[in-house]
């Protein structure tokens, strides 16, 4: 059974930092491509930052510079270091894993979510 587990999210004020975390099992850890997506009220999911199992990366525009992803492949955790927070971060933050099989069909993991408020 896989889970993903987010955890380290909360209430802070504009320009503070959160460091968000993943803990995943019952998956090969090391070998998915990850991410972390948020969820703001009334918006669509978005990509927020990537990891792939070769640790490149890549940020959505709106973060790049202020937010770091990282992977412990040791400890089967994902990071999201999130720096100089914004009230715009306001959202749910969701860990995704994936994998695409031999037929080429995406198939995604996703954890429960974590509530990040930043209020300005």
């Known amino acids: 059974q896989v889970q993903l587990v987010e955890s380290g999210g909360g209430l802070v004020q504009a320009g503070d930092s959160l460091k968000l975390s993943c803990a995943a099992s019952g998956i090969i850890f090391r070998t998915y491509d990850m991410g972390w997506y948020r969820q703001a009220p009334g918006k669509q999911r978005e990509l927020v930052a990537a990891?792939?199992?070769?640790?490149?990366?890549n940020y959505a525009d709106s973060v790049k510079g202020r937010f770091t992803i990282s992977r412990d492949n040791a400890k089967n955790t994902m990071y999201l270091q999130m720096n100089s927070l914004k009230p715009e971060d306001t959202a749910v933050y969701y860990c995704n894993a994936y994998y695409i099989s031999r037929l080429a069909v995406r198939h995604d993991y996703w954890g429960q979510g974590t509530q990040v408020t930043v209020s300005s």
């Open positions: 990891i792939t199992s070769a640790g490149s990366t």
